[in-house]
């Protein structure tokens, strides 16, 4: 198993140039290798092509020495990846194009990987660029083998690195009494399987009011102007202040998860179908819960089960109850439970989830409580506002109605 931490690093003026010029150098030879395959578009190049190519390269061009070298490498290993990440696209039917030149602002990291990097208590040391101060927040354990050090430029000008090392860790044995099911959407982020709810925090849509207000500032300012490059580079930092948040957020809500859970079952999202639809696209985009599973996928074990009729099942007794996405309530006529739409699609797939493991007996495995609670009659009053208004209620409790 890998790990990647990250930290910032603290460069100097000095080494901020170099940095910079790093980094140029490498964007220059992946646009030079760019330019050799679109050259020699009639056979695929594999990577010793491009390292091949590269030799030559250096060899008219002799200040390229001035970079460490498995570094230039790195980039055609870079390409090849993704050439095949392309035809594999392509295979899948999606629709591809080739690789593009990367301008100035797009190209934001360099790889060391194997050699060219020693760290210390709170210096980087990189070959051909010397000792950066890094604040390890993080202690890496000694006598690990550090395979990779990536140098990042953020969007907004701070430098970072991310540290890949080997670790090995004997996998858990999976306790399957402590499963939950997670329905993800837009209203709640989470709705688990156990009744708790996470409200989607929407990080984006706060943003917008200041996001707007930056892009009217940006387009009042004459194109190629200092103060517009200055309101360009706030804009940026608003996007990464947006980012971090979100990521933030992700990692404290799969964190504590995996804390609860060995193992937890999620939907399989048709992403780019829902995305489509326009009317939620920003949001979908916005709550990234591909990226939660991601996250948790690390932290604890992630199966992903069909996304079929999660939220038209009862999770009682299989009836279908077919409703549109503004009834937040689950209503069955045949054995009449009364649950939020998203807490019943959340038993759904945990229940999915277990038929993996061929367990078909629920009851045991869901927790007591859920089959303990007393009826209580919700007054048909209360109900109707609450489709209205499209909020729920009921937190962290179920509620079930009986007929008399
Ligand atoms: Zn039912």
């Excluded at 930290?7 to 220059?28: H, I």
């Excluded at 290993?77 to 050439?83: K, L, N, S, Y």
Aim: some cysteine.
């Amino acid at each position: 198993m890998q790990r990647t931490y990250k930290f910032r690093l603290y460069p100097n003026t000095e080494q901020w140039k170099k940095l910079d010029d790093t980094l140029s150098t490498c964007r220059w030879t992946y646009n030079k290798m760019i330019e050799f395959l679109k050259k020699n578009k009639e056979k695929f190049q594999t990577r010793n092509d491009l390292n091949y190519f590269l030799t030559e390269l250096k060899e008219s061009e002799s200040w390229l020495y001035s970079c460490h070298s498995k570094m230039l490498q790195m980039i055609s290993t870079q390409i090849d990846g993704a050439q095949k990440a392309i035809m594999q696209l392509h295979k899948n039917g999606h629709k591809t194009g080739s690789l593009k030149f990367a301008k100035y602002e797009e190209y934001r990291t360099f790889i060391y990987n194997q050699s060219g990097f020693r760290i210390t208590q709170n210096m980087l040391y990189l070959s051909k660029i010397g000792k950066i101060k890094i604040i390890l927040h993080r202690s890496i354990p000694e006598n690990t083998c550090v395979k990779q050090v990536m140098v990042i430029k953020s969007k907004s000008g701070k430098w970072y690195t991310c540290i890949t090392y080997d670790l090995d860790v004997e996998l858990p044995k999976i306790n399957l009494t402590k499963s939950t099911g997670i329905d993800v959407g837009i209203k709640n982020f989470a709705y688990d399987s156990d009744g708790h709810q996470t409200p989607n925090p929407l990080n984006l849509q706060k943003m917008l009011k200041p996001l707007a207000r930056v892009q009217r500032k940006i387009a009042r300012r004459q194109i190629g102007s200092q103060n517009r490059k200055k309101t360009m580079r706030f804009y940026r930092i608003i996007h990464e202040r947006i980012k971090n948040r979100r990521k933030d957020f992700l990692h404290k809500i799969s964190t504590q998860y995996a804390k609860k859970y060995n193992i937890v079952f999620v939907e399989k999202l048709q992403k780019l179908n829902m995305v489509k639809n326009h009317k939620f696209a920003r949001n979908i985009l916005d709550s990234s819960w591909g990226i939660f599973t991601k996250m948790l996928d690390y932290k604890c074990v992630v199966i992903e089960v069909p996304a079929k009729n999660t939220s038209v099942e009862c999770s009682r007794c299989g009836n279908m109850v077919p409703k549109s996405p503004s009834i937040r309530i689950h209503r069955c006529n045949v054995c009449n439970l009364i649950l939020d739409r998203d807490h019943n699609a959340a038993i759904n797939i945990l229940k999915k989830g277990l038929e993996i493991f061929g367990i078909t007996n629920y009851d045991i495995m869901l927790p007591q409580e859920l089959w303990e609670v007393t009826p209580v009659k919700i007054p048909e009053r209360s109900m109707k506002q609450e489709e209205v208004t499209g909020r729920p209620v009921m937190v962290h409790k179920q509620i079930f109605e009986y007929k008399s």
